[in-house]
């Protein structure tokens, strides 16, 4: 009997069993060669294909379609044109064309560009990308696409990331046949995007004027409790939480969105969401598709659901775990280490692979997780510091040294686990731990990258680490093919990766002082701010990296590190100017006018004779506060003015990061300061407690 999930699950996708019901065998046939192994599409295929995706789209309710695209902005952009025309009797037809499918033409000047596209130069192109599948949502096709400009450079971040997945399977099938595998025809990145979120009411929302502008608070007092007794972890879900996670997973299924996990997460009125793993491009669609969707659904149960990083101060930030391993097309993973790992010449030498990549690519890596909201996240203790470092564990970290070193083997250190309790089944440790403060950890078959902003797209930090890793493993290919025995070139390589890239590997814990020292005497990158890391793409030996594997040429890295700063200058350009809004309109009348009757009631009470130390001290504070958000508000102002002057983007980038971001937080403070002497009626905002505590 199938279930109804069962029958919805993909029930809005053109997926495979779609496509071979309506696609005739032979069109089937070229169009998965085109899907499996990257073959040229023709012309006569893309209009048979069309046909039958738009009866099967009309079919769904659709009227209209879209080329579906990801420019650089973390959302995705598209246009709508129905399926109708108008013949010359007058008569409406419904029509999609083959040339339809394969390509649209949006403005290419009004998305970020970094100057590879002007006003006057508008025409960009969007491309149908085949290796993921079309869906219908809200009556309207949506046909995945990537998206140029007129002369052929990137403007999205599925370019990249397709460029990258190409480049990446050429090298891995390579090192694989120096290994003796003489089966595999691709190596595929695979990607589990873990979504943190946070729920609030959608009054509390729309009464929050830097929520509904900048996405987190500008202001706000500490509440009475935060996450201090860690009860909201994986506890209970509110019944109105749950019915809105009901409804994503169920919109999510209908879209063939594998959602499988729901929980809360650290901080209260903060969740997360989990997929399965699919293949990488597939899977940053997907990671589209969830945020896109935890929006709609939220605002349509009267919640708003908020990405930035760091929506609150004081309270754990939001996250995008990127889990991301490699598989073969025959179905292995590549990064399942096995019972005896010291064995495993595959997984030793993949693994040797993603060390050297991370050490040699610290900065691009470190890139790959950058953003004004999301450094206000990094370094606390709800994320990893911005310091790059691999998590390993002491038994696969024990084992390379083993090897490299010519040393015995120590023993393997996996143990049961509740064996002394008879009504429980017995567990075994697996081969390492977790270490939630490392950015970029091991944990069993897969790495996770726990730096990726919660808002940022995950195909950013994808194709760079596919493309670090390509570098690596054409080094690898080229040391194994000169091997005499594969073993013998294994253990050279570990060997090698243990002396030049060992550094690396950290699994201590990330949040200590020591470990900042530690980084420091082992020459790892330190990159606290966007504008640091956003260098990397400027860097001749990365310009090179993307230019030798067709991922980027040098004026797509220049062009990103332009639009990089830009986004990281608007932003705090919005908050600042959100914040003197906030400040001058509503914080500040608020405090005068409550000040005025705390006067007004040490005037009353010294008329009838009563003095009262309490009062008066009272409204001297409260005076000295109201001075200090004052001048704190005309040093903002000016540092905003100020910095008007400056053309170059890096200057300006580096002035709002040590100029108006300190103004902004004095500005913070001194309102957060005089919050909690207000009378909770006279305060103009929702509070931490009435957003955090009454979902």
Not at 52 to 57: G, I, L, V, Y
Not at 60 to 80: E, I, L, S, Y
Request: with cysteine; hydrophobic share 35%.
């Amino acid at each position: 009997m199938v279930s109804e999930l069962e029958k919805n699950f993909g029930c809005c996708v053109f997926n495979d069993a779609v496509m071979q019901k309506m696609l005739p065998k032979d069109a089937y046939n070229s169009l998965v060669l085109t899907i499996k192994k990257g073959l040229p599409l023709n012309s006569e295929l893309a209009e048979t294909v069309a046909g039958a995706m738009k009866d099967w789209a009309i079919e769904q309710g659709a009227t209209h379609f879209t080329h579906w695209f990801q420019p650089m902005t973390n959302v995705t952009a598209g246009k709508f044109d129905a399926f109708l025309s108008v013949n010359n009797e007058g008569k409406s037809v419904l029509e999609f064309s083959g040339k339809e499918l394969i390509k649209g033409e949006p403005d290419a000047s009004s998305f970020p560009s970094g100057g590879l596209r002007a006003t006057f130069e508008a025409r960009g192109y969007t491309v149908w990308d085949p290796s993921s599948p079309a869906f219908v949502k809200d009556g309207n096709l949506y046909i995945p696409t990537a998206f140029c400009s007129y002369t052929g450079e990137a403007l999205d971040h599925k370019t990249p990331l397709v460029r990258s997945i190409a480049a990446l399977s050429e090298q891995a099938v390579r090192v694989l046949r120096c290994l003796g595998d003489n089966d595999t025809t691709r190596v595929i990145p695979t990607v589990g995007a873990e979504q943190e979120y946070f729920l609030v009411d959608r009054e509390d929302y729309e009464n929050r004027l830097d929520l509904k502008i900048c996405g987190r608070t500008l202001f706000g007092a500490k509440p009475a409790k935060g996450q201090e007794l860690d009860d909201h972890y994986c506890g209970r879900i509110r019944i109105r939480v749950s019915d809105y996670m009901r409804k994503i997973d169920n919109e999510l299924w209908k879209l063939g969105v594998p959602a499988k996990t729901k929980h809360n997460e650290a901080a209260p009125a903060q969740h997360e969401l989990a997929p399965i793993y699919a293949e990488a491009d597939k899977a940053c669609d997907h990671n589209q598709i969830v945020m896109e969707t935890m929006r709609i659904e939220a605002k349509k149960s009267g919640l708003a659901c908020l990405l930035h990083e760091k929506p609150f101060n004081g309270i754990s930030g939001s996250g995008k775990h990127n889990n991301w391993a490699l598989s073969t097309d025959t179905g292995r993973n590549l990064f399942h280490c096995g019972r005896h790992p010291e064995n495993n010449l595959e997984f030793l030498t993949f693994l040797c692979a993603v060390i050297i990549s991370v050490d040699k690519y610290q900065d691009l890596i470190r890139f790959s997780a950058s953003s004004a909201g999301n450094d206000c996240r990094l370094g606390g203790h709800e994320a990893p510091p911005s310091i790059i470092s691999i998590f390993l564990g002491d038994e696969l970290t024990n084992t390379l040294y083993s090897i490299a070193n010519h040393t015995e083997q120590s023993a393997n250190h996996s143990k049961k686990l509740l064996d002394d309790v008879a009504v429980l089944p017995t567990l075994t440790s697996d081969v390492s731990d977790r270490n939630r403060t490392s950015p970029f950890a091991y944990t069993g078959n897969k790495f996770e990258f726990r730096m990726v902003g919660s808002s940022a797209s995950v195909a950013v930090s994808t194709y760079i680490m596919n493309t670090t890793c390509t570098d690596a493993l054409e080094l690898i290919a080229d040391m194994l093919e000169k091997a005499e025995t594969a073993e013998a070139g294994v253990n050279d390589l570990v060997s090698y990766t243990i002396k030049n890239h060992g550094r690396i590997i950290f699994n201590g814990n990330n949040y200590s002082d020591e470990w900042q020292e530690e980084a420091k005497r082992r020459g790892l990158c330190i990159m606290h701010s966007t504008v640091d890391a956003a260098e990397a793409l400027i860097d001749k030996k990365n310009i090179e990296l993307f230019e030798k594997y067709h991922v980027f040429n040098k004026t797509e890295c220049q062009s990103r590190y332009e639009i990089c700063l830009e986004n990281y200058i608007k932003t705090i350009h919005i908050e600042a100017d959100t914040m003197l809004e906030m400040a001058n309109r509503q914080i500040l009348p608020a405090c005068i006018k409550y000040i005025s009757k705390v006067a007004e009631a040490e005037k009353n009470l010294k008329s009838v004779g009563v003095k009262s130390a309490a009062v008066s001290s009272s409204s001297r504070l409260l005076a000295k506060n109201i001075d200090a958000i004052s001048q704190n508000i005309t040093k903002l102002a000016d540092s905003v003015k100020n910095m008007e002057g400056i053309s170059c983007f890096k200057e300006k980038a580096v002035y709002c990061r040590d100029n108006i971001i300190p103004c902004m937080n004095e500005l913070r403070l001194s309102c957060d300061t005089i919050e909690p002497m207000i009378d909770s009626k006279m305060w103009p905002m929702p509070n931490y407690t009435d957003i955090l505590h009454r979902v």
